[in-house]
């Protein structure tokens, strides 16, 4: 991992811990806490899975396009680190994909082969329940000693701890509701993100950035924003096509 001051890593965790502010986003939280982490570790990129009401993984956040197709395709082959994660309910630390392949049959070479070295993941746990799992796929040599581990895997148990906690509140059918409206979104999300990237000549992630910082810049929703690029994407000056 870099070196992280005392003060950073706290500003961090005020971040993912602070779940119960009004219009709670649950992508722009998801893609914060990647974000986060992907920022903490070396040559690393993060991408996390929830469960959905019938215990069934689905992608909710990459910290860019490379994991998030990593985190599509272990849902697809049933295969792979994070999997194991959520199903173990115990992280994944220092896999090395080059020689993973009797684990991970079919994501270990794939994985291998797009470039990354090494792996790790996390389950969004507390105590007995495990709601998602977050991967740290790395393309350098950056392997986690027990300080590493312990700092990422209490990131993800405190945003495990928000979201339950938000559950509790708002009980357990609205974030079931929630986490499907998340879904809906995720794939209005991408259709903008596509839309926007061949618009303006540019990269998927790329265009990503400029729908986030549209949406920051005018307190909108991550899917507002993006609604709006698929219907009206002329009421949206600085996204429209140049």
Same mark, same amino acid.
């Given at each position: 991992?870099?070196? @992280? ?10 971040? %993912?811990?602070?779940?119960? @502010? ?14 986060? %982490?992907?920022?903490? %570790? ?13 215990? /069934? ?29 959520? /199903?173990?309910?115990?992280? %994944?630390?220092? =896999? ?17 082969? =797009? ?14 329940? @495990? ?35 938000? /559950? ?43 729908? /986030? ?15 709006? @690029? ?9 996204? =429209?096509?140049?």
């Amino acid at each position: 991992m870099t070196t @992280v001051s005392e003060q950073r890593l706290a500003t961090i965790f005020v971040e %993912v811990a602070d779940t119960l @502010v009004g219009g709670f986003d649950l992508i722009e939280f998801m893609q914060m806490l990647a974000d986060r %982490v992907a920022g903490l %570790v070396t040559d690393a990129t993060v991408g996390l899975l929830l469960a959905d009401e019938q215990d /069934r993984l689905q992608f909710m956040a990459g910290s860019d396009e490379s994991t998030s197709l990593l985190e599509l395709l272990q849902l697809q082959w049933r295969d792979g680190p994070c999997l194991d994660a959520f /199903r173990g309910a115990e992280p %994944v630390v220092n =896999a090395d994909l080059s020689t993973a392949s009797a684990r991970w049959p079919r994501f270990a070479p794939y994985a291998t082969a =797009a470039g990354f070295r090494s792996v790790h993941a996390f389950p969004l746990r507390l105590r007995n329940d @495990v709601i998602g799992a977050m991967g740290v796929f790395g393309t350098g040599s950056n392997d986690l000693d027990d300080a590493d581990v312990q700092i990422v895997q209490a990131l993800a148990d405190v945003a495990a701890i928000g979201l339950l906690q938000e /559950r509790a509140i708002h009980h357990s059918e609205v974030l079931t509701e929630q986490l499907q409206g998340a879904l809906n979104n995720r794939i209005v999300i991408e259709q903008a993100k596509g839309a926007v990237a061949q618009a303006h000549h540019i990269s998927v992630d790329a265009a990503f950035e400029l729908i /986030r910082a549209h949406a920051r810049r005018t307190h909108q929703r991550l899917s507002d924003v993006a609604l709006r @690029v698929l219907t009206d994407v002329a009421g949206l000056p600085d996204l =429209a096509e140049d």
